[in-house]
């Protein structure tokens, strides 16, 4: 039998731990703030940035939210950076990316101080990750983490592949899942689009994760039996519905999930998750501001 994954539930599960973290700010005057910028007229980012900002209403962050016209100089987001830097009021700050190609992101992410980057994109944050001194873990693949914790899927051990090497999912996946730690201890591998015998590696694994962007990549015909299948993918596809496309991951689901012992479904897998790990670095990075003590879920 298929164990599917259910993102939502193990988020709200986080996001009501979150809550009881903000409540513990609160008590000792704090009140955490998350300010998301966003420079685009994207609809999906547009979209990914109100929802977040609805997440912070709902466990008592507050809520604070620029938007920069794409055609401005990127030295409007500079600034922007800077003055939220500045606010006692801002915890954590999230600039949504992708930014114009006219803004230098390595400027960007260089600019958020690295003790409000709840993206966890700063060079020091990357470094410290790799060092095995996380200060924020990138909410995506720390989403994932606890998902394989929360179904008691062993990484200790296990084969692991995950499919792609962005900056935001695969680099910081791999290197959470190689930690000498909890959610880590799994022998690793990175495949990506000039990997050769990706078939063959990917059948080898015991944990999956897909994050190459490209629809239905993953297929059951690959898998092992028994493995679990992590589909990070968020694939924009023509359809034959209102909006005229649909949202598809990056695992082949029907086929995947006759030979998974576990999946995640999109939506509703690992979406949810990276969300409700923004939530949890936010209260993080308030309670290291104010030196209070929260105890994170
Ligand atoms: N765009 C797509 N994913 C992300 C993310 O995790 N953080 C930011 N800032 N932008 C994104």
């Not at 507050?62 to 938007?67: I, Q, T």
Request: net charge negative.
């Amino acid at each position: 039998m298929t164990e599917v994954i259910d993102g939502e539930a193990v988020a709200a599960a986080i996001r009501s731990g979150v809550s009881d973290c903000v409540e513990t700010l609160t008590a000792s005057g704090v009140r955490p703030g998350l300010a998301t910028v966003l420079m685009s007229d994207d609809p999906a980012s547009e979209t990914y940035v109100s929802m977040k900002q609805r997440d912070c209403e709902e466990v008592g962050i507050e809520g604070f939210h620029v938007e920069i016209d794409p055609d401005a100089p990127a030295s409007e987001l500079y600034d922007t950076i800077d003055d939220l830097n500045d606010r006692e009021d801002v915890s954590g700050i999230l600039v949504q990316l992708p930014v114009p190609d006219h803004v230098d992101k390595r400027t960007v992410l260089r600019r958020v101080a690295p003790e409000k980057d709840v993206d966890g994109f700063h060079p020091e944050n990357v470094g410290r990750l790799v060092a095995g001194d996380a200060r924020f873990k990138p909410c995506t693949p720390h989403g994932v983490q606890k998902l394989l914790d929360a179904y008691d899927i062993e990484t200790e051990g296990a084969d692991a592949v995950v499919v792609g090497r962005s900056d935001i999912v695969g680099k910081p996946m791999a290197n959470l899942l190689i930690q000498k730690a909890p959610g880590g201890n799994a022998t690793t591998t990175v495949c990506h689009s000039r990997t050769r015998n990706l078939e063959e590696k990917v059948g080898s694994a015991d944990i999956v994760v897909a994050a190459a962007g490209i629809p239905g990549f993953v297929d059951g015909s690959m898998l092992k039996e028994g493995a679990t299948v992590i589909d990070v993918g968020i694939n924009k596809v023509d359809a034959d519905t209102e909006k005229g496309y649909e949202l598809v991951g990056d695992v082949d689901y029907d086929s995947a999930s006759e030979v998974a012992g576990a999946i995640t479904p999109v939506p509703g897998g690992v979406g949810p998750m990276t969300r409700a790990m923004l939530l949890y670095n936010t209260v993080k990075a308030a309670g290291l501001q104010h030196d209070v003590d929260v105890d994170l879920p």
